[in-house]
């Protein structure tokens, strides 16, 4: 099974600053999706940036950005100029090839992310 | 753009009680997910469905059911209901037929169901 592991439960940076958020997981596919959704104090679920694992380029959308080391295992994600509604708890999700039972989000713990003004 | 719909948004009920949440994907999309979060934990992926069949199971308990109709939308049936039900469940959408597993999820604002 899939395991994801945030270690940081809390993290906070001031605002227009950049912050990077980890994400590390384990698994033996070689081919499978990673993405970062965003949880405020609305408890919506929003998704913010995705990454494909066969791609090498790292994804971006607008000020988030991803920094993928296949080989280590590690999805982390940047957030330039932070602003003051990028706070909110953010989740780091695996899910594997298609097939079977691989559709499935698997989620990280979270990080709560708070962007002091 | 659509989003997935979730009904109720709020829910109370008493231990025992039986509960129906409601969940209406994204036009189009052939795929329904069911999570439930538990105060300050992750989601935890409970059942799916894909072309109205159940698609996966995960930590579902025996007391909860659901189903994906033939307009697609999916209801999560729960009862005997205990004080641990007490969760934001979130239903999620996407679409993968022709093996798109590619797309991504899209979540529901959540039905958030406190058991008294």
């Known amino acids: 099974a899939q395991t994801v592991t945030q270690s940081q439960p809390e993290m906070s940076v001031q605002e227009a600053e950049t912050v990077t958020l980890s994400c590390t997981y384990d698994?033996?596919?070689?081919?499978?999706?990673l993405f970062w959704y965003k949880q405020p104090p609305s408890r919506q679920m929003i998704l913010v940036i995705r990454?494909?694992?066969?791609?090498?380029q790292n994804a971006t959308e607008n000020r988030f950005s991803v920094n993928f080391q296949k080989a280590a295992k590690s999805f982390s994600l940047k957030i330039s100029d932070s602003q003051l509604g990028d706070t909110a708890m953010y989740f780091c999700?695996?899910?594997?090839?298609?097939?079977?039972?691989?559709?499935?989000?698997?989620f990280g713990k979270g990080t709560l992310l708070t962007v002091n003004p | 753009a659509a989003g997935v719909i979730q009904s109720p948004r709020h829910l109370i009920k008493e231990k025992r009680e039986t509960a129906t949440l409601k969940c209406y994907p994204i036009?189009?999309?052939?795929?329904v997910y069911w999570y439930q979060q538990g105060p300050g934990q992750d989601p935890q992926f409970l059942i799916s469905?894909?072309?109205?069949?159940?698609?996966d199971k995960g930590s579902i308990p025996d007391r909860f059911s659901a189903q994906q109709f033939s307009d697609y939308h999916s209801e999560l049936n729960m009862s005997s209901l205990e004080l641990g039900d007490s969760a934001l469940y979130f239903c999620?959408?996407?679409?993968?037929?022709?093996?798109?597993?590619?797309?991504?999820?899209?979540f529901g604002d959540g039905t958030r169901l406190s058991i008294l």
């Open positions: 999620a959408s996407s679409y993968r037929t022709g093996g798109k597993s590619n797309q991504p999820q899209h």
């Open positions: 698994t033996s596919e070689n081919n499978y999706y």
């Open positions: 990454q494909e694992a066969y791609k090498q």
């Open positions: 999700a695996f899910k594997g090839p298609s097939g079977g039972s691989n559709y499935k989000l698997t």
């Open positions: 036009p189009r999309h052939d795929t």
């Open positions: 469905f894909y072309e109205k069949m159940q698609s």
